[in-house]
């Protein structure tokens, strides 16, 4: 990519809208939109009515404001035109800044010049596109949060440390015959403290991917017990099939369920027993899957019924895994002999509030960790790796370099010593425009 072609790009969704956003940006990118505005820019950041015209024509009226370099997103000079919104005018303005000198931006490539220019690291750079994709109320608050900076302070707070002690270390290497000054045992207590840290970090991480994924939540029980109505009830709309003959339910139903500011991916799974047809037990074996994969099973006894052993199989399969039992269909005389986390009538929807509530505590009652994208999370793994070496290293020489091996993989992470390749394929996942 060459870091000085101007680039131009619609920064808004496609379709419908009260305003379109149409961005460029490069050293030319005043040069360009004065060719195609009425009224010259003359002054950064003030944004000022204008005319998009051609050939003497009038195409919009807009808001049109300069930014210049640095102090632009992108670390460039950067011109923003609001338009009218809707399908041709924002598109036809990009048009004209493509025939007058722009070219077409690649997905994310303002972004990833905005890290090339050094106004945010590739951390920050990845929380845009967090920020973008969220879908509660908590991921919003987390991506903000690693956009401003804080996980990469801690980040670079780490890399301060280590840096530290591999000074430590490399100096008495170089100097031996003054090896009394360095304390091989604090040298370790050190690098065991931030060992410890970057565990804490990537214990976080792992339960902010969990929830930006959303938490799988796998209602589970035998035929007839009333899964597909709680998946219903949940929902609050009639989303899977609900008969009286056991089976109706073949295969999982998944959709997206909001719980305050969380959401889940909410699983209705065929009842587990004796199949009685070749579709019907792959549908079993699918449902028997999904609870090596949930996060939390919601186990579903009836308890207008006494226990069956099925239900006890049931029960015995899950004993070890994030569950809460719920006996369903409060409505109708009670004959199980057994204690259940919960009873509810998924068909009257009594219990359905508090059944929430208890699933928001089982999965989202600690609050998580740094947002961490799958590369984040690969990359911090192999510093925790390279710190628990030297921790237990018994030269010098093996320390240190485990000590320089943590600093390029938090060097990665942050993208410090990120290589181009890998830079395009991050942000190849980003919208055009951003």
């Known amino acids: 990519m060459k870091g000085n072609e101007p680039i131009a790009a619609v920064a808004t969704p496609k379709g419908i ?11 030319d990118a005043l040069r360009i939109a004065h060719r195609i505005l009425k009224n010259p820019l003359n002054r950064p950041n003030l944004i000022q009515r204008n005319e998009i015209v051609e050939g003497g024509r009038t195409v919009d009226v807009v808001m049109a404001v300069f930014f210049q370099s640095p102090h632009s997103y992108t670390g460039e000079d950067m011109v923003e035109i609001y338009c009218h919104g809707g399908r041709y005018l924002p598109d036809r303005i990009l048009t004209l800044l493509i025939k007058n000198g722009a070219r077409l931006a690649r997905p994310g490539e303002f972004t990833m010049r905005a890290v090339l220019n050094n106004k945010l690291d590739l951390i920050q750079a990845e929380a845009v596109l967090d920020l ?4 509660s109320d908590r991921i919003a608050r987390i991506a903000i949060e690693n956009l401003t900076g804080r996980f990469s302070h801690q980040l670079q707070e780490l890399a301060r440390r280590i840096t530290k002690t591999l000074i430590q270390v490399e100096g008495n290497l170089d100097f031996p015959e003054d090896e009394e000054w360095l304390d ?17 970090l990537l214990e976080g991480g792992r339960e902010g991917i969990r929830v930006r994924e959303g938490p799988l939540v796998v209602i589970s029980g035998r ?4 899964k597909s109505t709680l ?13 009286p003959t056991p089976g109706t339910t073949r295969d999982y139903l998944i959709e997206e369920l ?34 090596d994969e949930a996060d939390l099973i919601l ?13 006890s199989a049931h029960l015995s399969r899950t004993e070890k895994k994030r569950r809460i039992i719920i006996l369903n269909k409060s409505d109708l005389q009670r004959k199980v002999d057994m204690d259940g986390d919960i009873e509810i009538s998924a068909l009257t929807g009594e219990g359905i509030a508090e059944l929430k509530r208890m699933i928001s505590k089982y999965l989202f009652e600690l609050p998580p960790g740094p947002i961490l994208r799958r590369r984040q999370l690969d990359l911090l793994t192999e510093v925790e790796r390279y710190l628990a070496s030297a921790q237990k290293g018994g030269y010098l020489e093996t320390i240190a370099s485990d000590l320089r091996g943590a600093l390029d993989a938090l060097g990665e992470l942050t993208g410090k010593v990120t290589s181009q390749d890998i830079l395009n394929q991050i942000f190849a996942q980003f919208c055009i425009g951003k």
């Open 17 to 27: 809208g009260a305003i379109g956003v149409v961005r460029v940006s490069g050293p």
């Open 132 to 135: 973008v994709e969220a879908k």
């Open 258 to 291: 909001k719980l305050g500011p969380d959401f889940i991916r909410l699983v209705d799974t065929a009842g587990i027993g004796m199949a009685q047809e070749e579709i019907e037990a792959e549908g079993m074996r699918r449902a028997t899957q999904l609870l």
């Open 184 to 200: 091989i045992e604090s040298i370790r207590s050190e690098i065991g403290r931030i060992h410890q840290e970057v565990n804490s």
């Open 231 to 243: 998946f219903n009830q949940l929902l609050g709309t009639d989303r899977a099939i609900v008969t």
């Open 223 to 226: 035929r007839n017990v009333g």
């Open 299 to 311: 186990l579903v006894i009836d308890r207008s019924q006494p226990l069956t052993p099925e239900d």
